[in-house]
């Protein structure tokens, strides 16, 4: 690094304990939906992030015994000794690049369910499991709470004995036993555990205290810790009894690790939280009460914003999941100097979503994510190209934005044309919805490479038809057409029964609101066949102008897909407070100039409601008209992806552009023999563990 770099207080060593981290930069622990159950992928990720430059990289809440199982879904496990190997393939891929390796041992009290182990659920009082499950977690009795320790001490053992370097205590995002023992509403006792706060903290110390000691000063231990539930005098307040509790422990653990609880509230989205480094204000005091060192979290992309909290004195190491998700390497581009190369997070929470739906990780901004071991895929790396070649790109939306950029980056001769005056697609548009400003970010990185690349030639108001094309002479052609909303009703509730539309009603979609080619008159109806988020976005859009609307859904929630994202429950409210009439269960069956007719999903019973206009978001209809004539061409390649293909989310399309991008020219027969790894559990292993 040269010395005139302006960010080399990040890459200055921080001391954590016995451990040393070569820089500033911290993945703090994320889950990936690979976890126990894909250990290689996950192992993969985890690699990529040590390459990319981060000096500490975390795995994710790793249960440490068969009463905290988070069964079906994919988080770390070190219930014994059998599930060290698989853990240790992390702490090698990390230390291959001279990486600290950090485990979040967790035991999850009364979030865990115990469905696969069908074991008890613990919990400091008697109470319902936290999820909507036939269960009920019991008070744990001191015998309960010995053998805790003994479980979560056995745990660090063998976390030791896998490689890593720090060890975690995890008291945070209200889903840890540790932290339930300190909240009043959840801890009712009356022994030395409950009651004062100093009580209430005591669990803490104590696995804090066994924890070092099985530590022994080989590896560091941390405490991640929830300083504000952000439920105002509802809850713990980071200036209360949150500061009483860093106050209590202030120097015990190596390393202070805190944030705001819940999930939702740590991993805000940018719909909710367009502020990066929105939870200073929550940390600001916490170094100033510990000697110890202290990272937090906040989506923090910025190296500005980053410089500005080390010399402020909020943090000494900078924590990322998603920034870091969206891109391995930030430190290496800041080391050098390269910072409009940084892919920003767009704060979409579409990794989130992944582990929530229990999939392996995905990004909307790095396709490459959770694909490092399973397609060998690398954020920074791309073949060669095969042949020197031109290709054709048709549609400059985030799938066509994507097989451009990466064919470039191969070196192949690229032409990109768009029909409209702007690039961008839908990203473009959606961006434009209220709360949806830094989903941009995925057209203005593309863009900004492109722009760049001496063998791109990039053209807009270029509607390209079939004699264009053929023209061109290009023989290797993308088309990235993508999809336009119907207008007649048709989605997932109404196949059976399309609604009937009268021939002068009012009828909008989702992309005449977007575009503005129409506006809609009078009280409007918006039918959510989709149930995914842009009609709760639409709604917000349409209300904050003064409309009167009224939203209907066969869905029993607004948007119901987003409580993968952590923002059903604000979307709701949002849309309440609005005023907004909610009309869940409900399909459409009827459509005429002066009002609709609503069938409720579960009794058939039908409801008139008055509105002079319709929005209608229920199905895409695929662009493929140029496709299907191109293929009247004798062009060498032909390929339709992104929506054109298959209509999906963003994270779809820039999948689809990557994937083809990479694949072109590529050995058709390992193309298909190798769709993707697989870790397949082995049937001949004489031994059954
Ligand atoms: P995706 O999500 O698959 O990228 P989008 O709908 O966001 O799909 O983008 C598709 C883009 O393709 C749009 O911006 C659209 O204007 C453009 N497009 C559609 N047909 C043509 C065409 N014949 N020539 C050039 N561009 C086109
Ligand atoms: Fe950020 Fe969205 Fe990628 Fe998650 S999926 S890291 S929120 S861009």
Redo the contacts with the bound molecule.
């Keep these: 690094m040269s010395d005139a770099n302006p960010y080399g207080l990040l890459f200055e060593p921080v001391k954590i304990g016995p451990v040393t981290a070569k820089n500033r930069f911290y993945q703090v622990p994320h889950c990936t939906g690979l976890g126990h159950v894909r250990p290689r992928a996950d192992a993969g990720v985890r690699g990529m992030k040590a390459e990319g430059g981060w000096a500490v990289v975390s795995n994710q809440e790793t249960e440490i015994h068969p009463t905290s199982d988070l069964g079906p879904f994919a988080e770390g496990r070190l219930w014994d000794a059998r599930d060290v190997p698989a853990l240790r393939l992390m702490t090698e891929a990390v230390h291959k690049h001279d990486a600290l390796a950090a485990i979040q041992l967790v035991h999850n009290g009364n979030h865990a369910q115990n469905h696969i182990s069908r074991a008890p659920v613990l919990a400091p009082s008697e109470m319902s499991i936290d999820l909507a499950q036939p269960k009920q977690a019991r008070a744990m009795d001191k015998a309960d709470i010995r053998n805790l320790r003994q479980w979560h001490r056995d745990a660090a053992k063998r976390a030791k004995d896998a490689g890593f370097d720090i060890i975690y205590v995890y008291a945070g995002h209200n889903m840890t036993i540790a932290q339930h023992f300190m909240l009043p509403h959840m801890n009712q006792r009356s022994d030395e555990y409950g009651g004062s706060l100093e009580n209430r903290v005591r669990l803490t110390r104590e696995l804090l205290e066994d924890t070092l000691d099985v530590a022994g000063g080989d590896c560091a231990v941390a405490l991640r810790f929830a300083i504000d539930e952000m439920q105002g005098p509802d809850g713990m307040q980071a200036a209360e009894e949150g500061r009483a509790v860093v106050e209590l422990l202030a120097d015990l653990p190596d390393l202070w690790d805190v944030n705001v609880a819940d999930w939702s509230n740590d991993s805000a989205t940018t719909r909710f939280q367009s502020q990066d480094g929105y939870q200073n204000d929550y940390l600001a005091y916490v170094k100033q009460v510990t000697n110890k060192p202290v990272v937090g979290v906040g989506r923090l992309t910025s190296p500005d914003m980053m410089l500005s909290m080390v010399k402020k004195g909020i943090v000494d190491l900078i924590g990322a999941a998603r920034p870091s998700i969206a891109d391995p390497f930030i430190p290496t581009k800041i080391k050098e100097g390269r910072i409009d190369e940084i892919r920003e997070c767009i704060g979409c929470n579409i990794c989130v979503a992944s582990d929530n739906i229990g999939i392996p990780i995905r990004c909307t901004q790095n396709p490459t994510m959770g694909e490092e071991w399973r397609r060998g895929w690398h954020p920074e790396k791309i073949a060669p190209q095969v042949s020197d070649t031109d290709t054709l790109v ?7 934005l994507e097989c451009a950029m990466q064919l470039a980056r191969r070196g192949y001769g690229v032409t990109l ?4 005056s702007e690039f961008g ?3 473009l548009r959606e961006s434009q919805l209220p709360g949806l400003n830094a989903w941009a970010r995925v057209m203005d990185y593309r863009l900004n490479d492109l722009r760049q690349r001496a063998n791109v030639q990039m053209f807009t108001d ?3 038809d079939p004699e264009q094309v053929a023209e061109l002479g290009i023989k290797h052609v993308f088309v ?4 336009t909303w119907r207008a007649d009703g048709i989605g997932r509730s109404t196949q059976r029964h399309p609604p009937q539309i009268a021939p002068n009603a009012h009828i909008l979609t989702p992309d005449d609101i977007m575009t503005g080619a129409q506006s809609p008159e009078g009280p409007v109806l918006i039918f959510d066949d989709d149930q995914i988020y842009l009609a709760g976005v639409i709604a917000e859009k349409l209300a904050k102008e003064g409309r009167e609307v009224i939203f209907a859904t066969p869905d029993s929630l607004v948007s119901g897909f987003t409580a993968n994202t952590l923002e059903q429950h604000r979307i709701q409210a949002q849309l309440i407070e609005l005023g907004i009439d909610i009309r869940c269960n409900q399909s459409l069956t009827n459509l005429t100039p002066n009002g609709a007719q609503l069938s409720c999903t579960f009794t058939g019973r039908n409801t008139e409601v008055h509105c002079a206009s319709a929005v209608l978001v229920t199905e895409r209809h695929r ?1 493929t008209a ?1 496709y299907k004539a191109l293929q009247n061409l004798d062009l060498t390649t032909l390929e339709l992806i ?3 293909a298959s209509p999906g989310l ?1 994270v779809d ?1 820039i999948f689809a552009g990557h994937q083809a991008a990479r694949d072109f020219e590529r050995d058709p027969k390992e193309v298909e023999q190798q769709y993707f790894h697989r870790e397949i559990i082995s049937l001949e292993m004489d031994e059954v563990l």
């Design positions: 048709i549609g400059g939306g985030p799938a066509g044309a768009e029909a409209r697609g839908r990203v270029s509607k390209l990235a057409t993508g999809a662009e140029l992104g929506d054109a963003i399309a």
